[in-house]
C-alpha cells in the first residue's frame, strides 16, 4: 500500500505529505469532525495532559460512541451503528 500512495504522490507531484498534526490541532479536527463542534478547553487541556501513546485511538473512539455522532457520507445522514437498518437519528 505505500508504494501505491509513494507511486500517486508522485503523480500528483506531491513532494512529501503534510507533517503530522500537534495535539492541538488534532482534538480540534477529531471534535469538529465526528461530532460537529469545537472541544471545550477543558476537553482540550485533558486531552493535551495525557500522556498514553494511544490517546488518539482513545479520543476517536469515545467520539465515535457519543451521542452527539452522526455518521454521514456524502452529505447524507446514515444510520447509528448498532440501529435499526431505516431509524435514521437527527441531533440539532
Do not use: M, S
Not at 465526528?34 to 488518539?56: C, F, H, M, N, S
Not at 452527539?68 to 456524502?74: H, L, M, T
Amino acid at each position: 500500500i505505500n508504494k501505491l500512495i509513494a507511486e500517486k504522490w508522485k503523480e500528483a507531484e506531491i513532494k512529501q505529505p503534510a507533517r503530522r498534526a500537534t495535539d492541538h490541532e488534532f482534538v480540534r479536527r477529531a471534535f469538529i469532525d465526528l461530532i460537529g463542534r469545537i472541544p471545550t478547553p477543558e476537553e482540550v487541556l485533558d486531552y493535551e495532559q495525557d500522556r498514553g501513546a494511544d490517546k488518539r485511538q482513545r479520543l476517536v473512539k469515545r467520539l465515535l460512541h457519543a451521542e452527539a455522532y452522526q455518521p454521514r457520507v456524502n452529505g447524507q445522514k446514515l444510520p447509528k451503528p448498532g440501529g435499526k437498518k431505516d431509524e435514521f437519528v437527527t441531533y440539532e
